[in-house]
């Protein structure tokens, strides 16, 4: 690691001075030495539900992007749903851009959602990504939110035509129910509803396999010279490390425009050690076994898995009935904003991972995937959004740790001892937290495409 100085002009990066340039270029202004501590690209999330408007209880704008800034984070694209409406129209955007107004610690953009209702719909859907949206999300499975319903094959191939003119891509939770494959009858009342490898069975790697294998008849259409060439598609939270991921590997091999990604908690945790009736550990697709998530790492190592998001998907404890323990009944969603960096960072030191992965896991390829050129990178002319941290501070996530998330003890990361701590967080020049506490004001900016 060398060591470098950043300097700061007006939100944006103006310089970045290696220590032998130091005393020649001496600036005025505010200088701020962080010693040994590492100096990084903020961490950009492509997935989270932040649940702003309509079910703020479950987390919301202030509350979600405190603990953003708190963790690194200092972009964060909001995902459609699980607000109240969805953003699936230009009307449902604008009460989420309002809502954010004057709200957020750190920038906010939005992913508006492709659903059955607009998807045949092209000037509804141009209207929506006039309107900033920064690409489309859509479900293969129900979403278990009543305004946002699955999408099959040729709602996504007219979603994908539309959003080649944008050059915008389409997220897709990709799970395809089976009927056939559905190892358990969720009628059945002898079910150990309780037992983890309940709920696993229920959600089976086959059925995130139909959905990319389902997907991939349409992904092709993104190939060059190709009817949707310009559209990209991006697969969220892969769980299943074996034919889902041959599938995708094949694609990119032949031409696709497609990326995938998957998060902290499928390559920290495996379900052999999820406790009876832990239903902070129920998420769709579901954490697998110890070998997938093996697999996973290396996939990721050897950079067949493109990028890392949170997937932080909260709501109020209540839902997650933790009292009666049931896998089946629970919410699904796994709360973990805070803490992505440090979860990645000490999960995977014992795989090698580097700095220089972090960065593009977390940052360079987030920041490509929402079209944010002027992110992912400490690079001059780049918005001045940086985490500052140690990776060798070892701290207890105990009750006595400040948790910024609205409901910290539904996280299934209490408890845990991780290894990295923020010390600064960053976004366009402004100091957003500081050993744990924040800026005073709400500053930072929403994100709308043009
Ligand atoms: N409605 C949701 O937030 N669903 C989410 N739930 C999870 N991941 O368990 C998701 O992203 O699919
Ligand atoms: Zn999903
Ligand atoms: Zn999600």
């Not at 590492?38 to 405190?66: C, Q, Y």
């Not at 406790?275 to 076994?289: N, S, V």
């Not at 996530?397 to 209490?414: E, G, Q, R, T």
Request: glycine fraction near 8%; charged fraction near 25%; proline fraction near 6%.
């Amino acid at each position: 690691m060398c060591k470098r100085a950043v300097e700061i002009k007006e939100g944006n990066i103006i310089s970045i001075v290696s220590e032998e340039d130091w005393p020649r270029n001496s600036k005025t202004g505010q200088v701020v030495d962080y010693g040994e501590a590492v100096i990084m690209p903020g961490l950009i999330d492509v997935h989270a539900h932040l649940d702003d408007p309509g079910r703020t209880e479950w987390e919301g704008f202030p509350s979600g992007t405190k603990a953003a800034a708190a963790g690194g984070i200092t972009t964060l694209i909001d995902m459609p749903l699980n607000s109240d409406p969805s953003t699936i129209s230009t009307e449902t955007l604008k009460l989420k851009v309002d809502a954010a107004e004057k709200r957020i610690y750190v920038d906010v953009g939005f992913w508006g959602g492709l659903v059955p209702e607009n998807a045949y719909n092209a000037s509804a859907l141009e209207a929506l990504l006039n309107a900033g949206v920064l690409g489309l999300k859509s479900f293969m499975c129900p979403s278990g939110i009543n305004d946002f319903p699955m999408t099959n094959a040729s709602h996504i191939k007219e979603g994908l035509s539309v959003l080649a003119r944008y050059k915008r891509p389409l997220l897709v939770h990709a799970e395809m129910e089976k009927g056939s494959e559905r190892h358990v009858k969720l009628e059945d009342d002898t079910l150990d509803t309780r037992s983890y490898s309940t709920y696993l069975k229920t959600r089976p790697p086959s059925w995130e396999e139909a959905a990319i294998r389902e997907l991939l008849t349409v992904a092709k259409d993104t190939r060059t010279d190709g009817p949707a060439e310009g559209a990209h598609l991006h697969i969220v939270h892969l769980s299943d490390a074996s034919s889902s991921l041959d599938l995708l590997m094949e694609a990119k091999t032949n031409g696709d425009s497609i990326t995938v990604e998957t998060c902290p908690h499928y390559l920290a945790f495996s379900a052999e050690e999820i406790p009876d009736g832990d239903t902070r550990f129920k998420c769709a697709p579901p954490i697998r076994d110890a070998a997938n998530k093996e697999k996973l790492w290396e996939a990721l190592m050897d950079g067949h898995i493109d990028m890392l998001s949170s997937d932080h998907s909260p709501t109020v404890p209540e839902l997650k009935l933790l009292d009666e323990g049931n896998f089946l009944k629970a919410w699904g969603g796994i709360s973990s904003l805070q803490f992505v960096l440090p979860v990645t960072w000490s999960y995977g030191r014992k795989y090698g991972v580097t700095l220089e992965q972090l960065a593009s896991w977390w940052s360079e390829r987030p920041a490509k995937l929402a079209g944010q050129v002027s992110k992912g990178a400490i690079a001059i002319g780049n918005h001045a959004d940086l985490v500052v941290w140690e990776p060798e501070a070892e701290f207890e996530l105990d009750n006595d740790h400040p948790v910024h998330m609205k409901h910290p003890s539904i996280s299934a990361y209490l408890g845990r001892r991780l290894s990295g701590k923020v010390l600064a967080t960053i976004s366009r020049g402004n100091l957003v937290y500081k050993e744990g506490n924040h800026a005073p004001a709400a500053c930072g900016s929403p994100i709308l495409a043009t």
